[in-house]
């Protein structure tokens, strides 16, 4: 009978993190195929396990791969840890997982610690679901055809979450203002260490001082969603429209001028502030 492919989250910083499951799987298991068998030794050690590890990252993916699927098909009971946090988010797990798959083998995670839903869960804006993104491309094509992506998904869910080296976030957050404008953004950096960050602004406001860390950066993509609704809108409604529909209000139903413009951009969907500015254009037009 096969073994088992356990895909066991360990802590992103803070060790007190791991769940008594994953100690206990991480315990019984014939081995354990770690990104970093260093780092990943101190947090056996930590917990008393002396379980036998095995090197599994980007440059031994072809070899392992098959090694630890004989492991598997044998019988023996293989754990999968990352660096840190949920193993096959931006880092060489897919392909033993794939594999595994394949092979007719079970495949069981075992939850825990995520850079990116713990930063989701600290933004305030991950409510309207959430993409995760990875690390984005360092090409300049590439780097584009990423923002192109992120703004696209503006139309399905509220927040992207995405990770970011500290030598390249603040061109990387300088490039997504050019590009999504003045969104609200949450930059967590050193999640659960001593020295963690959650910092929360705007990208057109938010500035980083000699950045170092581990950075996950959470974006109201729903704003932009927002703001194109408003466009469409505004292109239907004329300032000139506007502008009779507040002396309406005003004259005829004697509503104040802040009662009447949230009166009408509750009916068109609008931000008060852009009712306001067409009625300010509608004004110096003379309309």
């Not at 660096?83 to 797990?93: L, Q, V």
């Not at 584009?144 to 992207?160: D, H, K, P, Q």
């Not at 404008?181 to 959650?198: A, M, N, P, S």
């Amino acid at each position: 009978m096969a073994g088992t492919l356990f895909v066991v989250a360990t802590p992103i910083g803070n060790l007190e993190d791991i769940s008594p499951r994953a100690i206990k799987v991480l315990r019984e298991v014939a081995l354990i195929a770690a990104e970093d068998t260093r780092r990943t030794g101190h947090l056996l050690q930590r917990f008393g396990l002396t379980t036998r590890t095995t090197s599994f990252h980007e440059h031994s993916l072809k070899g392992k791969t098959s090694v630890l699927l004989e492991r598997l098909l044998a019988g023996d009971d293989v754990a999968l840890v990352s660096d840190a946090g949920t193993p096959g988010i931006s880092d060489p797990g897919d392909p033993l997982i794939r594999a595994a798959y394949d092979a007719g083998i079970r495949v069981t995670p075992i939850p825990g610690p995520s850079a990116a839903v713990t930063a989701v869960s600290a933004s305030g804006f991950g409510g309207g679901g959430f993409i995760f993104l990875g690390f984005p491309p360092t090409k300049g094509s590439a780097r584009a055809a990423w923002i192109a992506a992120l703004r696209a998904a503006s139309a399905a869910v509220g927040a992207a979450v995405f990770y970011e080296a500290p030598h390249r976030i603040v061109d990387t957050l300088a490039q997504l203002r050019d590009a999504l404008g003045d969104i609200e953004v949450v930059i967590c950096r050193e999640l659960t260490k001593i020295h963690e960050e959650v910092i929360h602004g705007s990208l057109g406001t938010l500035r980083l001082d000699e950045p170092r860390g581990e950075f996950t950066v959470v974006l109201n993509i729903g704003q932009i969603a927002a703001e194109l609704r408003t466009a469409d809108a505004l292109a239907v409604v004329t300032a000139e429209d506007l502008a009779r529909e507040f002396r309406d209000l005003t004259e005829n139903q004697q509503k104040t001028r802040r009662q009447a413009i949230a009166a009408i951009a509750r009916k068109h969907q609008l931000q008060a502030r852009d009712v306001y500015a067409r009625l300010e254009v509608a004004k110096s037009s003379g309309v």
